[in-house]
């Protein structure tokens, strides 16, 4: 195990496979990006759960690992990068608690990707995020989702 979140989550492991390989596992349920300009990182105010995370979410039907990273990143933060411009990074393997939502304890895989980001978009606050900031890692901006904390320093 590499860390466990204040809910009892935990990240089991980091894959280093190929992107290729992301087929082999089941369920892959999510993609998140890791998003640097100027040595800052992206994080955006998920207004549900009352946090700051990495940008990404839920895999759609018929949508690639990739495809989810991509329109993710923008539905989130307003960034577009081009599919060619994401580097893939691993499998993150993961321990998920019981939600109102998913009632048992879960296995559950999903894809981190990183990029680098040149030109910052104009964000609009919607629904699911209501700001965006670019960490350097150590100011105080509140609370951090610890799995996607610890996934920065691994990306």
Same mark, same amino acid.
């Given at each position: 195990? $590499?860390? *466990?979140?204040?809910?009892?989550? *935990?990240?089991?492991a980091l894959h280093r496979? &190929? ?10 349920t999510h993609a998140l990006?890791?998003? !640097? ?12 759960? *009352?946090?700051?995370? +990495? ?5 759609? %039907?018929g949508e690639t690992a ?5 329109? &993710? ?5 307003? $960034? ?15 321990? +998920? @608690? %019981?939600?109102?939502?998913? %009632?048992?304890? !879960? ?17 609009? %606050?919607?629904? &699911?995020?209501? !700001? ?5 890692? @150590?100011?105080?901006?509140? &609370?951090?989702?610890?799995?996607? *904390?610890?996934? +920065?320093? +691994?990306?």
């Open positions: 195990m $590499l860390m *466990q979140d204040a809910h009892g989550n *935990q990240l089991l496979i &190929e992107e290729a390989e992301l087929s082999s596992l089941a369920p892959l990006v890791v998003a !640097r300009r100027r040595g800052r990182h992206l994080l955006v105010f998920n207004t549900r759960r *009352q946090c700051w995370e +990495l940008a990404g979410g839920m895999i759609d %039907p990739r495809e989810c990273a991509l329109r &993710e990143l923008e539905e989130e933060s307003g $960034l577009v990068c081009a599919s060619l411009d994401l580097r893939w990074v691993g499998a993150m393997k993961l321990l +998920l @608690v %019981p939600t109102q939502f998913q %009632p048992s304890v !879960r296995m559950e895989y999903g894809a981190l990707y990183a990029v680098e980001i040149d030109n910052v978009a104009q964000f609009v %606050p919607n629904e &699911e995020i209501s !700001r965006v900031c670019w960490w350097d890692g @150590v100011e105080s901006i509140g &609370e951090i989702a610890g799995i996607d *904390q610890k996934l +920065l320093e +691994l990306a």
